[in-house]
């Protein structure tokens, strides 16, 4: 089984680098594919200047599932992992997504660990059963697909700047495809990641992905507004304590109610849209079959 691992990167040289070094390591047999763009601290002279990636993709857009798009075209493995560019891969995680796939796994997750004194954090899956469907999360920055089950979804959603692997896990559901979690499936951390390249969450971006995805995979249905509504909630009255507990203002407060309504409103609407131009089971209108001008650059060892 070839495995070739794909990493987003947005500035993040050093960190970057750390994880490179765990994948020489523990992963030593797999395609290394490093998506970068576009950053401006020296991450392209690193990359290049090592013996152990095998292809570079410089893109243009600041979107993580632009860069996941772009390493799938160029990947040539079996199967295609997905690490982020602040994770390193811990022993035995190789063999763990070698063996998930071998056993017959179409897509494979496991445990993101943080670094803590003493230790590290861990957790299990996360599943959620939405209308008919049973719905195994993953997590883009750990996550294995067998290639055929990529092709089938067409890759990831690029309308969403975050978001993009719990839309493929709606996806994949809805075609019947199971998620397997395994425990030694396993990457850390030792600070706050974002979504691989995202370098900024706003509440407008969160819930226009939230409506976004839920309306495009499941229509305007009752469940799709409940959730969605119970997230906003949640967050509202969060913020509210803040503003109670002097560590943010009403001003700010009202602000982020704009936002989280601005983003429901157009994410709901591009859902609609969405669903209407992909009416097959994968629900994809942004995919990987879209395009074919996300990279500006590509450095590939292989052709030497």
């Given at each position: 089984m070839d495995i070739s691992v794909v990493v987003p990167t947005l500035n993040g040289r050093e960190r970057l680098a750390a994880s490179l070094d765990s994948l020489a390591e523990a992963a030593p047999d797999a395609e290394v594919v490093v998506v970068n763009g576009p950053s401006a601290d020296g991450t392209t002279g690193m990359v290049r200047?090592?013996?152990?990636?095998?292809?570079?993709?410089?893109i243009a857009a600041r979107n993580v599932n632009v860069a996941r798009n772009a390493g799938i075209e160029v990947a040539d493995g079996d199967a295609v992992a997905f690490l982020g560019f602040d994770h390193r891969v811990e022993d035995g995680w190789y063999e763990a997504a070698v063996?998930?796939?071998?056993?017959?796994?179409?897509?494979?997750?496991?445990?993101?660990?943080?670094?803590?004194?003493?230790?590290?954090?861990?957790?299990?899956?996360?599943?959620?059963?939405?209308?008919?469907?049973?719905?195994?999360?993953?997590?883009?920055?750990?996550?294995?697909?067998?290639?055929?089950?990529?092709?089938?979804?067409?890759?990831?959603?690029?309308?969403?700047?975050?978001?993009?692997?719990?839309?493929?896990?709606?996806?994949?559901?809805?075609?019947?495809?199971?998620?397997?979690?395994?425990?030694?499936?396993?990457v850390r951390r030792?600070?706050?990641?974002?979504?691989?390249?995202?370098?900024?969450?706003?509440?407008?971006?969160k819930y226009r992905a939230l409506a976004y995805r839920l309306v495009k995979n499941y229509g305007p249905r009752p469940t799709v507004v409940r959730r969605t509504l119970s997230h906003a909630v949640g967050d509202a009255v969060g913020a509210l304590r803040d503003v109670v507990g002097g560590e943010a203002t009403p001003s700010s407060w009202a602000g982020n109610g704009r936002d989280v309504v601005g983003g429901i409103s157009g994410g709901a609407s591009d859902g609609l849209v969405a669903r209407t131009r992909d009416r097959s089971?994968?629900?994809?209108?942004?995919?990987?079959?879209?395009?074919?001008?996300?990279?500006?650059?590509?450095?590939?060892?292989?052709?030497?």
């Open positions: 200047d090592r013996d152990d990636v095998d292809v570079l993709v410089e063996d998930a796939l071998t056993d017959g796994a179409a897509v494979v997750t496991g445990p993101l660990r943080r670094s803590v004194r003493g230790g590290a954090t861990s957790e299990g899956p996360e599943r959620r059963r939405i209308a008919d469907r049973e719905v195994t999360y993953l997590n883009g920055r750990n996550a294995v697909f067998t290639r055929r089950v990529l092709e089938e979804i067409d890759g990831f959603d690029e309308y969403l700047q975050t978001g993009g692997a719990r839309d493929a896990a709606h996806r994949l559901a809805g075609m019947d495809v199971a998620v397997e979690w395994r425990p030694e499936l396993a030792r600070s706050e990641a974002t979504d691989g390249g995202v370098e900024r969450r706003d509440l407008g971006w089971p994968k629900r994809n209108p942004n995919g990987v079959s879209v395009r074919a001008d996300r990279a500006v650059a590509r450095y590939d060892r292989r052709d030497e």
